[in-house]
């Protein structure tokens, strides 16, 4: 079944799948299998082994997040769960103060924000408030801050946001947060585990955790640049009052009393097991050896596209997602070869674009992608209606 499937492990995919070193790979998946049929429902009750991981977990994430003592974390199936779960909360804590019958609840995002912030709108029956870029295309404090009213729940940034790889301005959201009395959340979905260390090398990351007293929640993906096993991420709060509003408790259930810190019930114990394997392997020196080569890797594919004629990255993103195109040429057309000689494109409709989400599945093809980038682009005729649509 999978003689049709795309060629990831040859750097063929720029998204989906996040490969660091095969030993790292190795060391998620005997944990996973170790722990393959564990329930982390029952985590609790029964395995005290999963609580215990996921304890030290989030006794790691916290610390590397800056988090106040009060702080909670939480392990999820991925980002989208993560935000939801923020979102959940921030809707539950604003609604303390309010009196019922609730007007429609309101969020305040970047246009860059994930989907995922969409989704919980759909679920929560909440109004989504997008709002365009600055040129620089990072989140515009000002049109952000005129679209907050009595009814925003919860403003959000990204570090970094899907189409561009760019940080939004984070310690400024976390000041028109305090000043407005909303509730920040900072999707560190991508960037979460890499960005820190990235600093820690000299790069010019921005400050995005909770140092910045603005921020309520923070989402980071281990499943992404955490290089664990899928699914895996992880939700903090700045504080147990908010932390607690995310869960879940029931108390009329003939089965007993119900309580969940996820939305999901069942959950695997592998992805803990794996996760706690991964992190304690690698611990902060191999993030940061890991951050190196990825920012390395970065730097040549950014120099490499600028030398094709007219390529421009969009943006100066921050981390290893990149996306690039021209107004003069056709980017379809050259998402359209790309794809003839073997790569997945990825593509961003706002200006026309290629994307890449680069982990080190994608270090040993550089060269290969640079040259069929460059024949693509020579062969592309000149900017016009796209041909392709971009899909995420
Ligand atoms: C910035 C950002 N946030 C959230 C998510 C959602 O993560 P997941 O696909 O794990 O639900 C993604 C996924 O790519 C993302 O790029």
Redesign the pocket.
Known sequence: MRAGDADWRGGRVP?YVFGALPEIEEIGRQAYLAFFSENALGARRAFRSLARMEEEIADMVLDLFHAPPDATATMT???????LLAVKASRDVARRHRQPPFARDNLVLPET????FDKAALLMDLEVRRIAVAGDLRADIGAMAAAIDRETILLAG?A???PYGTIDPIADLSELALARNVWLHV?????GYLAPFARDLGYPIPEFDFALPGVASL?A?L??FGFCP??A?TVCFRDVVRGDAAGFDLDVWPGGRFTTRTFVGTRPGGAIAAAWAVLNHLGRDGYRALARRLLTMRDAYIAGIEAIPGMRVFGSPELT?LAFGSPAIDMSAVADAMRTRGWVPGLVRKPPGLHI?ASLLHEPVRTRYLDDLAAAVAAAPAANAPKIAAV?
């Open positions: 998204l199936s991925g980002g989208t769960e993560s935000i924000a994930h989907p995922a990204s970094p946001c899907f999707d560190a979905c991508v960037g989402s993906d499943h992404k899928k699914p991420s997602i989400m995420y």
